[in-house]
């Protein structure tokens, strides 16, 4: 791979990790609900989640999804059925007591296995294969895939880091509370894209 085209994939993996998205959104609520150091498993399972999609996507399954297009079209229903019940989730649980958090956040692997079912995910990782692994080839994917979460992990962590810096702010059950239905709200918004294509 040419310098020119890992400067353009690390600003891409930039550019698509730092925007809002599934991923983010629940990093903000889970800096905000359980601090950052507890949010950090979450982030590693993002990054090494989609690493580990990324690479596959590249050894096949995108090839898979253009030889069979049903399939990506039910992995979108299940996607967005999965992201509503998340949403849904959000918005009604409960504010915990004010210094108590009820509850975890989600496990590393956890957050791994949501990559596949998010959709902006999955768009992500057929893009950077389409763009900047064309061949499949396996060494070419493999770089796509490690340059893709080296650039995510500290993008992510962005988002769980600001969620930590509106602790104090969602110091009362009412600020909690209207938070987590912001939350599920910009969750629900963040599958625009993937509704309106």
């Known amino acids: 791979m040419t310098q020119d085209l890992l400067l353009a994939l690390m600003g891409f993996a930039f550019a698509t990790s730092v925007t809002p998205g ?16 507890r949010t950090v498993p979450h982030m590693l399972g993002i990054s ?8 596959l996507v590249g050894l096949g399954l995108a090839g898979l999804f253009q030889a069979e297009p049903r399939l990506f079209v039910a992995l979108k229903v299940v996607s967005v059925a999965y992201m509503l019940w998340l949403a849904w989730k959000i918005a009604t649980a409960a504010p915990p007591r004010v210094g108590d958090v009820a509850g975890r956040p989600f496990s590393f692997v956890q957050a ?10 999955w768009a992500m990782a057929l893009t950077a294969v389409t763009v900047y692994a064309p061949g499949g080839e396996v060494g070419t994917t493999a770089v796509v895939a490690v340059v893709f979460a080296m650039v995510n ?30 939350m599920a709200v910009l969750l629900v918004l963040s599958l625009w894209p993937v509704l309106a294509h």
């Open 22 to 37: 599934p991923n983010n959104m629940m990093l903000l609520a889970s800096g905000a609900n359980f601090g950052l150091r």
């Open 153 to 182: 992990l500290p993008s992510v962590a962005v988002w769980a880091a600001a969620g930590q810096a509106l602790r104090r702010w969602l110091d009362t059950r009412r600020r909690l509370r209207a938070f987590n239905v912001t």
């Open 112 to 121: 791994a296995a949501f990559q596949w079912v998010n959709p902006k995910a």
């Open 48 to 55: 090494v989640g989609h690493l580990v999609m990324v690479f």
